[in-house]
């Protein structure tokens, strides 16, 4: 396997929180169209391990690599409340060089982009969340418990959208509780 196959490389990765080690000696490689799902109870360390990949967080040791851009889809909408939904998915989408439309429709929001972000429901701030992921054009996905918040409709929408995107050879580091319908995606344990 060369390393120009490679979206994603970890490589003996430990993480300190607090003081406190969740997790240390992980190893795991992404290459196009390749998932993989993280699991463990809550403060395991999930949502760490995506921040660490995303370069938000520094690793107590260890190596990450990546190639392209990565798009985090976590908790924090990063859209502003005051715009309308479609105006700030557009601000990120100019920043990506890309165009947010695709993301609207991906995940069933072209009826919403004329509705203020602060006045979307749970699940709808979620599916946003996840449309901005699916218009960054990033090869990698980062996506900390991208089913909380949806309904049946919002999950097939993300499983259809995680398929096309491994499809078009991105790859996917998920973290979930959840079922997500990547059930060939290598499975880790934290915790």
Same mark, same amino acid.
């Given at each position: 396997m060369t390393a120009e196959l490679l979206l994603l490389r970890i490589e003996r990765l430990s993480c300190v929180r607090g003081g406190r080690l969740l997790f240390e000696g992980l190893n795991l490689v992404l290459e196009p169209g390749a998932a993989a799902v993280v699991t463990g109870p809550n403060g395991a360390g999930k949502s760490s391990l995506l921040r660490v990949a995303a370069g938000l967080l520094r690793a107590a040791a260890g190596r990450v690599e990546r190639a392209g851009a990565a798009a985090l889809a976590d908790e924090r909408t990063a859209l502003d409340e005051r715009l309308t939904l479609g105006r700030a998915l557009a601000f990120w989408a100019r920043i990506d060089g890309v165009d947010a439309g695709a993301g609207l429709e991906a995940m069933g929001l072209v009826p919403l982009a004329g509705v203020p972000v602060r006045m979307l429901s749970t699940g709808q701030k979620k599916r946003a969340?996840? $449309?901005?992921?699916? *218009? &960054?054009?990033? +090869? /990698?996905? %980062?996506? =900390?418990?991208?089913?909380?918040? #949806?309904?049946?409709?919002?999950?097939?929408?993300?499983?259809?959208?995680?398929?096309?995107?491994?499809?078009?050879?991105? $790859?996917?580091?998920? *973290? &979930?509780?959840? +079922? /997500?319908? %990547?059930? =060939?995606?290598?499975?880790?344990? #934290?915790?």
């Open positions: 969340v996840l $449309a901005r992921a699916v *218009a &960054s054009g990033a +090869p /990698l996905w %980062l996506l =900390d418990e991208p089913a909380n918040g #949806l309904d049946a409709e919002g999950r097939e929408r993300l499983a259809a959208a995680m398929a096309a995107h491994r499809a078009g050879g991105g $790859a996917i580091l998920a *973290a &979930s509780h959840q +079922p /997500l319908g %990547l059930d =060939d995606a290598l499975r880790i344990t #934290l915790g």
